[in-house]
């Protein structure tokens, strides 16, 4: 084989109650790479659209690469050579896992041009490692579900341990993305590392109801349970009529709604189409509300992850 090209999916992060342990995947947007096998060794960014020329051509510092180079030192290929073209295709600093996706989409494809190797799942820490060059923090709960698809829980970082939790098949996202940047590490570097011991016993309680409400298909129970007493009280003042927009959300039928990730974007969960539609269109009139342009994203859990989508 000589070319692949993979599509990799954006995610939610956190789920409201589960700070870096939570995650999922939806159907669009996400990025898409193709690979080429070249004849000299060493990876070359060859071109990256969609990006208005924002992002590093280095392949030591892009997402997409720096996973690559990890797994070719892991394999001992340093006689291996290809060219990448990475075609970015949702905001960066957007809170929908676009460094995860980019990372995911390359070490996908560059493990499906060396023979497959890898399993999916030992593919992991080599994901981490693209979030770890975005944000500092190789944090998996994005690459996660764009790995593996579906919703994803992070038991433990060291050692890894990471598995899914079935989801009712009529759960929708609406994930709205309002026109402003905010940086992962930003995002990091303001949060508290003391917890009090009221806000931990409250955020167990909602990480088991969650994940109980998701797997008994409870729908009031994953609505009782998402809420994030850490983290949201304090990242939510970077998003402006981010308590009005919530409210707008709920009011309009979702279960509930909370920052995607480490925001700007929000994600709200419904139970059905209708219901996602209204409650996403009812967050995007808030967000016009005080000027700013938002856009919608609708969609049911997806299962699948990360794909090959051609090979040759
Ligand atoms: N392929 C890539 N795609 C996106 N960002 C990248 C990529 N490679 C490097 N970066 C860097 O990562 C930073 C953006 O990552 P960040 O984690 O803040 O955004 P995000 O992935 O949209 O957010 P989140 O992880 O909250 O969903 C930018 O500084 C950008 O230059
Ligand atoms: N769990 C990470 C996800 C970033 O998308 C954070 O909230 O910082």
Redesign the pocket.
Known sequence: MNYIKAFAPATV?NVACGFDIFGFAIQEPGDTVEIRRRDEPGIVIADITGDEG???RSAE????TVVMLHLLKHLGRTDFGCEVV?H?NM??????????A??VAGVVALNELLGSPLSRKDLLPFAME??R???GSAHAD?VGPSLLGGFVVIRSYTPLDIFSVPVPEDLYCTLVHPDIEI???D?RYILRNEVSLKNTIAQMGNVAGLVTGLMKSDYELISRSMVDVIIEPVRSILIPSFNEVKKAAIDNGALGCSI????PSMFALSRGIENATKAGEAMVRTFAEVGIDATMHLSGINDGGARVLESY
């Open positions: 992060a924002r992002l590093p510092k892009n997402a997409v990475l970015k905001p960066l600093g957007s809170g929908m896992g676009s460094s995860a980019s990372a693209g979030e060059i975005a944000s994005n940086n992962t590490k995002a995607s990730g480490s925001g």
